[in-house]
């Protein structure tokens, strides 16, 4: 979102900006002219999205290019199983493109609001034992370079490129055009239902094998969690209810949800009674539907986020670790802790990058200080040697992340090759990558 006086805030509202100039182009040639262009005159370059990551990674003083005309399918390849969409397309917009089509990805977020570029270059993620983040379903990608040139990749074509700018950071080129992998659309049961804390910590290695994606959220100050399992189901299709949806997805985790911040924020003692309430305030339901309505569900309270990867087999100390902190320690949190897990993968800067990985996520309330629960929850990640999510709040540099990311130097060799002028530069890649 941008103001009329050229600020650029992201959705959290914690990174502000005041580009040169604002670009939307409408076409890969007049974004490769915009790069062009504003390597003649001195400027550094940043793409955005829709806003959703919490680091200042797409901020930028010089020219911010926003893709939102570089939206929508270029083509579906039936033989090959591949969708290529341009850029800009939301995440949305391409779950129910393929859905009309009778084909879905295999995983997804748990928002769709980003575009596909954006939640791909940060590494976005939902839950999978099998099945790993959004940029591990990629086969192809087009993008375009320092030089103004557009390079296509694929395992086949640069395949160096392609090994890193699936999950690029912004930091190799402008992604113009993704093809991911689609199998036919199918359908997944979600289970949700409440579970003790320390049952969940103690059968997690099992609730793991045992589900294709399984996920739980913990209410700090209490011993409850609410866990989510989806697995593929023959059907029939049974979506939770119009009234049922709006009680527990509107209502409840959004309505309700959001007055008890408001509550939590004015009266911070208060907090551990709600998160007493609001961890028993969700029922166990079962439902069956098509797979990103599984998936995603609304996110209107608006909030700010750290997430870290841990070795999966380091979660149950790290969750423990989390817990004990927070009992100890006289903080008032009030969002749930939210627990997802992803398979190794290949790409080289991926949080799962060759490790098979557990996500814990940490959240505030927006407007409520954060500072002080951050940095005792992030003193516990790094010390089981977690990887920050690139999109959301951490504060590791260079020299931190190049030990736990064997690949990194890979990383950082071709961005000497692909921006040895550092035209995609801005302060978040100066950290987190070295100048």
């Known amino acids: ?93 391409l779950n129910t493109a393929l859905a009309r089509e009778g084909l879905s990805l295999t995983n997804m977020g748990d928002i769709m609001e980003q575009t596909v570029s954006g939640a791909v270059s940060t590494g976005t993620h939902g839950t999978g034992r099998e099945s790993g983040s959004i940029a591990a379903q990629i086969r192809g990608l087009e993008l375009v370079t320092a030089d103004g040139s557009v390079l296509t990749c694929s395992e086949k074509e640069n395949p160096e490129v392609f090994a890193a700018a699936r999950i690029g950071l912004g930091a190799l080129g402008i992604v113009t055009a993704l093809t991911f992998a689609v199998e036919p659309l199918f359908l997944l049961t979600a289970r949700e239902e409440p579970m ?95 797979p990103y309505k599984v998936f995603t569900s609304p996110r209107r309270v608006r909030f700010v986020e750290m997430e870290y990867a841990v070795p999966r087999a380091a979660l149950a100390e790290t969750l423990r670790e989390l817990k004990t902190m927070v009992d100890r320690s006289g903080l008032r949190v009030s969002f749930p802790v939210e627990v997802r897990t992803a398979p190794a993968d290949d790409i080289t800067l991926s949080t799962a990058s060759g490790r098979d990985s557990a996500y814990v996520a940490v ?60 035209l995609f530069q801005n302060d978040y890649l100066r950290r987190v990558l070295g100048a």
């Open 1 to 93: 979102m941008s103001a009329k006086n050229g600020t650029w805030r992201n959705w959290g509202g914690n990174v502000t900006a005041r580009p040169v100039r604002q670009v939307e182009p409408a076409s890969v040639a007049e974004l490769a002219a915009a790069v062009r262009a504003a390597a003649e005159d001195g400027l550094k370059v940043k793409a955005v999205g829709t806003g959703h990551s919490f680091t200042s990674i797409a901020a930028t003083d010089g020219v911010l290019i926003r893709p939102r005309l570089l939206a929508g399918i270029r083509g579906i390849d039936r033989d090959a199983m591949t969708v290529t969409v341009e850029a800009g397309t939301p995440l949305k917009r």
């Open 196 to 290: 003790p804390f320390d049952r969940v910590l103690a059968e997690f290695d099992q609730l793991w094998a045992e589900n294709e994606h399984f996920e739980f959220y913990w209410f700090p100050h209490t011993g409850n969690t609410n866990t989510k399992r989806n697995n593929r189901s023959a059907g029939p299709e049974q979506p939770v209810g119009q009234l049922a949806g709006w009680f527990e997805d509107e209502f409840l985790s959004n309505g309700v949800f959001q007055v008890a911040q408001w509550v939590g924020r004015g009266a911070p003692a208060a907090i551990p009674a709600i998160a007493r309430v609001s961890s028993k305030a969700l029922s166990a339901r079962t439902y069956t539907d098509i």
């Open 363 to 422: 959240h505030m309330f927006r407007g409520t200080p954060y500072h002080a629960y951050f940095t005792a929850a992030e003193r516990i990640f790094t010390a089981h040697e977690g990887r920050p999510h690139w999109g959301k709040v951490h504060t590791r540099d260079a020299d931190y992340l190049s030990r736990v990311y064997p690949r990194f130097g890979e990383f950082t060799a071709l961005r000497d090759r692909l921006d040895p002028e550092r």
